[in-house]
């Protein structure tokens, strides 16, 4: 019986990859009431006051849990922005269903993201290009569009402004 416990909770865990969380250790951010001050840089720089959940997430490189994000079944027409510096990162052309559980997308806007090997070398963390903002992950070979690419964002992460709102 322990053993059928055991294997469940091994594939739970390697079905949830994304969620896994890496420990912030190379980039101390104090988090004030509407800014961000990186620790050592003297530098202060106006972002979007965060929430204690969205912090966890964007500052300290944590995980939504899957399946509870804002956009995961979003189809609207629009455009993806930073949370925390308001950086269009995302087209809504180029999001699809991957049934990961978090929004996936499948390119960024042109310098948008950056990417980082996360120290366990299995993954590939995707940053704001603009603010460093914690977004997910990015994976590749699976196959799932023609670009075998799948950005794997927390919701939280973003903002969407549908396409219609820049129109008036």
């Given at each position: 019986m322990s053993y059928k416990i055991i294997t469940a909770v091994l594939i739970a865990a390697s079905l949830?990859?994304?969620?896994?969380?890496?420990?912030?250790?190379?980039?101390?951010t104090v988090t004030t009431m509407d800014s961000t001050k990186h620790a050592g840089s003297?530098?202060?720089?106006?972002?979007?006051k965060l929430t204690p959940e969205?912090?966890?997430?964007?500052?300290?490189?944590?995980?939504?849990?899957?399946?509870?994000?804002?956009?995961?079944?979003?189809?609207?027409k629009g455009t993806y922005v930073c949370k925390r510096c308001g950086a269009p990162l995302y087209k809504s052309d180029n999001k699809f269903d991957a049934h990961c559980g978090w929004p996936a997308f499948d390119d960024e806007i042109p310098g948008a993201v950056k990417r980082i090997p996360d120290p366990d070398g299995m993954r590939t963390e995707i940053e704001c290009a603009n603010c460093g903002a914690h977004l997910g992950h990015v994976f590749t070979g699976e196959g799932f569009t023609s670009t075998n690419t799948r950005h794997c964002v927390n919701s939280i992460s973003l903002v969407f402004i549908p396409a219609d709102s820049t129109k008036k």
């Open positions: 949830q990859a994304c969620s896994q969380q890496q420990p912030n250790t190379n980039n101390k003297g530098k202060e720089s106006k972002y979007r969205e912090e966890r997430v964007i500052v300290d490189k944590g995980t939504e849990a899957p399946f509870t994000g804002q956009y995961e079944k979003t189809t609207a």
